[in-house]
């Protein structure tokens, strides 16, 4: 068993790992602190960093000896990052006059086998001219002491290595000048040793005015002195240098405290006591001039040190600093030890005391970086319940805890879920810290409905008790440690029944059906997103009782979404839920979907070919406006939030057409252009809808007619009588066939064109003929009622119309004998603007006048708007003294 556990959490660290490495990439902020170099490298998402000096094209990986050789100290920050403190005199720095020092280093994440390695380079130049004559660094990964020298080529040292490089640092030595005599380490007592021999420990070198020597913490040329009660270890050395005719010494020394006897702990706070007089650094009188505080390097000014409650004392024999327990600065280290969680506060404080000796011509800079770390303590962790039993659903909290603890997953009895199944599964996880806090919490809920959920009746009191038992999985990275607390909830609500939710569908609505259970809920119910308000429930006809209601919703509403579509089928969808109005818990969802037999691509005998686009629920950020037919230009005709509709023609929009047989194959397709959808979300899937129309080839229809000559021209005779006006429509621009009474109202889409036939009836004169003076169309029969739109003035189109009335030419034909007597035009359908339901009829009306073409008169009969584009150009007279006869149609 604990085989098995230990190997799933390995796989799971693992995926952890890599997600974490490939969302959060680390970033790199690098910051010059007068003498140092600070370089904070994260989120490392748990994998280990590996750093290497640059210089001269050349690289060497910082191993931990070469670190504390080279001036460079790394260490971890939680909860994920790195700190790399460098000394500006490091190994691999560019130096310019020691006033400008360039650092490149090269970062390399190292990855495993699911995440690649990754690598940076930094490159930092930090200006810094203010060198004192001495300045000593103190931290725990080395030892640092310049001091200036007199002239800038005198002295030479030999060129000195880096280890496990073939990189060489230190000023060449040449044929004049003073060279190295002597080097003496004490111990305290005097030990010579040779140059080179001392290189291999330490790193000894000269720039153009200031010797260098750097040491590792402890070496065996190190010593320990007592400086007023503080153990320091100290690092004394003398170099002698001669040419010819004399000889010179420069002795540099350092000596840096450690916690054994400078660090002391009270019960609210840390204190670190330093002297101020320094034995092995100080021969003389000297005057301290200045005293800072900082924490990893960086100086903290008055007012910020006292905002984190800082507290700074110069006393005649020490320097006390005194730090609050979980101050900002430091942090919360986590251990763990026998499935038993304990935490650690640390901190690095910095004290930066700047003095001088005897005259104020020789000065010292002294920093010492101190890591102080407070002894474990066990940490009872405590769950505290927040549960409401009328909210249905387990409340806890669990803490606290440390910047460096995760949860990685949570047991129950029914099995073990990581954090991201949890949460699809409808449990609430969530991390909490709280402001100038460094520790966090973790929350968790759970509804009583969830199979992890225990259940348990107790009839004699009509209760149910609800039980919860999880075992919380913790990770203390980045040493990842396992550990794990156990709780325990228990909850009592009154025995109920939850409201359930059926439904069914037929042709043209989906029915939904609720009841409410042995208690009276309080819930709203949602109709896709929307809320059952009372103007809603009105319009879906909803009917309640005492325990359920039901109610209808067509298809066509808004709150159906539609999920699929086919060449004659759309399928759709209703989702339903009931949610408690204050918490907004979800006590019920319920889905229903149904196929609608819906035709989306008609095909007419003329060529022109129509296509209705859906939006589905899988493309939610589909705009169907911006939706085109294989031809970019060709959009739809009318589009809105739901659906697109299209026209076009065979010949049109690059439609293709293919052959088989004895049919031929009419094909588009409707997507979006191509950089529309390379800007989608590569979550949605591609939208492309098919349009085909099949049409016969070879069908064949049979005509017969007879012809006789005519046996006497026609002739009128002079009489008084009616004549009668019809206007009808026809099913196509051939006016072959019309539409009977019993087809009205007749159904056209947007744009389609509708071809209007006036026809004069009840007389067969040759010379009378029949002219529009104007038509309009009305929302209702009545011919004065508003709105109104101008379809014909004065017998021409209406100017202002952006989509005019086309006139169409009149032959004889087996119907038409006098093609003087009709008048056919054409309208695109249209609905008013006024008018926000597009379903609403149309009434199409026109004024006509009866014209004698052999009596010219002026007025509406001289008109050759619909003449022009057959080449008539008589001049007509009204037969009727201008009387206008009203004819009617529609609806439409």
């Known amino acids: 068993m604990g085989h098995l556990l230990a190997s799933g959490w390995f796989v799971f660290l693992i995926a952890l790992v890599k997600v974490e490495a490939q969302k959060n990439p680390p970033s790199f902020d690098s910051k010059c602190l007068g003498n140092m170099l600070l370089v904070n490298v994260g989120p490392l998402g748990g994998r280990h960093l590996e750093v290497a000096g640059v210089l001269n094209d050349s690289s060497a990986v ?112 040449g044929d004049a000048g003073f060279r190295v005599k002597q080097l003496v380490f004490f111990t305290p007592e005097a030990k010579t040793m040779e140059v080179t021999d001392a290189q291999r420990t330490y790193m000894i070198t000269n720039t153009a005015t200031r010797l260098f020597l750097r040491s590792p913490p402890t070496c065996s040329e190190t010593f320990t002195q007592d400086v007023s009660g503080v153990t320091m270890t100290v690092l004394k050395t003398s170099i002698v240098f001669e040419n010819k005719w004399m000889a010179t010494r420069i002795n540099a020394a350092a000596a840096c405290p450690t916690p054994e006897g400078s660090v002391f702990f009270t019960e609210n706070s840390i204190r670190w006591f330093l002297p101020q007089y320094i034995d092995p650094l100080i021969s003389g009188q000297f005057q301290l001039l200045e005293v800072h505080v900082g924490i990893d390097g960086s100086r903290l000014d008055p007012a910020e040190a006292a905002a984190r409650r800082y507290s700074l004392t110069v006393g005649e024999l020490y320097v006390v600093l005194e730090i609050p327990f979980g101050a900002a600065g430091g942090h919360i280290k986590s251990y763990v030890q026998d499935n038993h969680y304990y935490t650690s506060y640390e901190i690095e404080p910095m004290l930066e005391l700047h003095w001088t000796e005897d005259t104020a011509q020789e000065d010292t800079r002294y920093k010492v970086l101190l890591p102080i770390t407070m002894a474990p303590w066990l940490q009872s962790l405590y769950v505290t319940d927040y549960t409401v039993p009328e909210k249905q659903y387990f409340d806890l909290l669990l803490g606290s805890f440390g910047p460096d603890v995760f949860l990685i997953n949570i047991s129950f009895p029914t099995g073990v879920l990581s954090v991201e199944e949890c949460s699809a599964r409808g449990f609430n996880i969530l991390e909490h810290t709280f402001p100038g806090s460094i520790v966090k919490f973790f929350t968790l809920q759970v509804p009583f409905s969830d199979p992890s959920v225990l259940q348990k009746p107790q009839s004699e009191m009509g209760m149910i008790v609800f039980s919860l038992h999880v075992t919380f999985g913790l990770l203390v990275m980045p040493e990842f440690l396992q550990f794990s607390h156990m709780a325990y909830l228990e909850a009592k609500v009154a025995h109920t029944v939850s409201p359930s939710i059926t439904g069914d569908c037929d042709k043209e609505n989906f029915y939904i059906l609720v009841t409410y259970g042995t208690q009276d809920f309080n819930f709203v119910t949602l109709v896709g997103k929307q809320a059952l308000t009372p103007a809603l429930a009105e319009e879906y006809d909803l009917m309640e009782n005492g325990t359920h209601l039901s109610f209808s919703v067509p298809f066509s509403s808004l709150n159906v979404v539609y999920e699929a579509v086919k060449a004659t089928s759309i399928r759709s969808r209703l989702d339903v839920t009931l949610m408690d109005p204050q918490s907004k818990y979800i006590i019920k969802q319920f889905s229903l979907s149904c196929t609608v037999i819906k035709t989306l691509t008609e095909c007419f005998p003329n060529g022109t070919m129509t296509a209705l686009a859906v939006k589905l629920d899988s493309v939610p950020s589909l705009n169907l406006s911006q939706l085109v037919l294989r031809d970019p230009s060709c959009g739809p005709a009318y589009s809105n939030d739901r659906l697109a509709y299209f026209v076009f023609t065979g010949s049109s929009c690059g439609t293709t057409r293919r052959f088989f047989g004895n049919v031929m194959l009419y094909e588009n397709e409707i997507s979006l252009p191509d950089e529309l959808e390379m800007m989608k979300s590569e979550d949605e899937p591609e939208y492309e809808l098919k349009v085909y129309c099949y049409y016969d080839i070879n069908e064949t229809h049979a005509v017969s007619f007879n012809a006789r000559a005519r046996r006497s021209e026609p002739y009128a005779d002079d009489a008084r009588g009616e004549l009668q006006v019809e206007i009808r429509v026809a099913s196509d621009d051939t006016y072959t066939r019309f539409h009977a009474a019993a087809d009205y109202p007749v159904a056209k889409y947007l744009q389609e064109p509708v071809y209007f036939e006036v026809e004069l009836k009840g007389t067969k004169l040759a010379d009378v003929s029949l002219e529009l003076d104007s038509c309009w169309a009305t929302l209702d029969s009545n011919r004065l009622s508003q709105p109104r739109w101008n379809l014909v003035i004065n017998g021409c189109a209406n100017p202002v119309d952006p989509y005019q009335v086309i006139f169409h030419p009149v032959w004889v034909d087996e119907r038409v004998h006098y093609p003087s007597h009709f008048k056919r035009f054409e309208v695109q359908m249209f609905a008013f603007a006024e008018d926000n339901d597009l379903s609403h009829q149309v009434f199409v009306h026109c004024d006509v006048v009866i014209c004698d073409a052999t009596k010219p008169q002026d007025g509406i009969c001289d008109q050759l708007c619909s003449k022009k584009k057959i080449g008539i150009k008589s001049q007509r007279r009204a037969v009727s003294d201008h009387k206008l006869l009203h004819v009617l149609s529609g609806p439409i």
């Open 62 to 173: 910082l191993t931990s000896r070469i670190a504390s050789r080279c001036g460079f100290r790394m260490k971890k920050s939680p909860p994920d990052n790195a700190a790399l403190l460098v000394s500006l005199q490091n190994c691999f720095v560019k130096n310019v006059d020691d006033v400008d020092f360039t650092t490149t280093l090269n970062f390399r994440l190292l990855g495993n086998q699911m995440v690649q390695d990754e690598f940076y380079q930094v490159e930092k130049t930090c200006s810094y001219a203010t060198w004192a004559s001495r300045e000593i660094i103190c931290n725990s990964g080395y030892m640092e002491v310049s001091v200036r020298r007199p002239t800038s080529n005198d002295y030479a040292l030999p060129q000195q290595s880096i280890p496990g490089s073939k990189m060489g640092r230190g000023t060449k030595v």
